[in-house]
T-cell receptor, first 104, second 115 residues
Framework: GQSLEQPSEVTAVEGAIVQINCTYQ??????LSWYQQHDGGAPTFLSY????GLEETGRFSSFLSRSDSYGYLLLQELQMKDSASYFC?????FGTGTRLQVFP | GAVVSQHPSRVICKSGTSVKIECRSL??????MFWYRQFPKQSLMLMAT?????????EQGVEKDKFLINHASLTLSTLTVTSAHPEDSSFYIC???????????FGSGTQLSVL
């Protein structure tokens, strides 16, 4: 089956910019989604890239390159409340997850 | 956005008992719902796809007799963990797609603890 690999943990300070990468093995033309999950909570949808390129939604942007089997989530102007786990997902399969810790 | 309700949020049971978890789509009809489980600090693992009016589709390695799924209406799917054991202790989350998009809406999850 497919697997989506992400860095396990990323740390940053408030106001900074962070990029969370997602690489996957299975080729194809499926899009890539991103979800945020706070401890003890349910995942919430952040963005979806149906096609290659950059999608911007407020402070969050997401990029996809299907030819490179690669995508990333870019979080700008980090806030403490952004501390959470972030998952990329392709079809119904979720990535390994990245725990983001934002420090003051 | 679409709302998915999941109940109960937490359950503690004795080993050998069965536990039923309900997942409802409140403001839309979901012909398909998805059940995930998540261990602490790990990713979400797709267990099965629940199809309204037909049998669920289970992922490889998931015991269908252990995790019974029923999707009797367009707004309700249930997951029953039968003869639960401590290793079944996990966070179970249901989800559904709202409309024709790829966006998944998740229930609030059920923390199952089997003693």
């Amino acid at each position: 089956g497919q697997s989506l690999e992400q860095p396990s943990e990323v740390t940053a300070v408030e106001g900074a910019i962070v990029q969370i990468n997602c690489t996957y093995q299975t080729s194809g033309f499926y899009g890539l989604s991103w979800y945020q999950q706070h401890d003890g909570g349910a995942p919430t949808f952040l963005s979806y890239n149906a096609l290659d390129g950059l999608e911007e939604t407020g402070r969050f942007s997401s990029f996809l390159s299907r030819s490179d089997s690669y995508g990333y989530l870019l979080l700008q102007e980090l806030q403490m409340k952004d501390s959470a786990s972030y998952f990329c997902a392709r079809k119904l399969i979720f990535g390994t997850g990245t725990r983001l810790q934002v420090f003051p | 956005g679409a709302v998915v309700s999941q109940h109960p949020s937490r359950v503690i049971c004795k080993s050998g008992t069965s536990v039923k978890i309900e997942c409802r789509s409140l403001d839309f009809q979901a012909t398909t719902m998805f059940w995930y489980r998540q261990f602490p600090k790990q990713s979400l693992m797709l267990m099965a796809t629940s199809n309204e009016g037909s049998k669920a589709t289970y992922e490889q390695g998931v015991e269908k007799d252990k995790f019974l799924i029923n999707h009797a209406s367009l707004t309700l799917s249930t997951l029953t963990v039968t003869s639960a054991h401590p290793e079944d202790s996990s966070f179970y989350i249901c989800s559904a797609r709202g409309g024709s998009t790829e966006k998944l809406f998740f229930g609030s999850g059920t923390q199952l603890s089997v003693l």
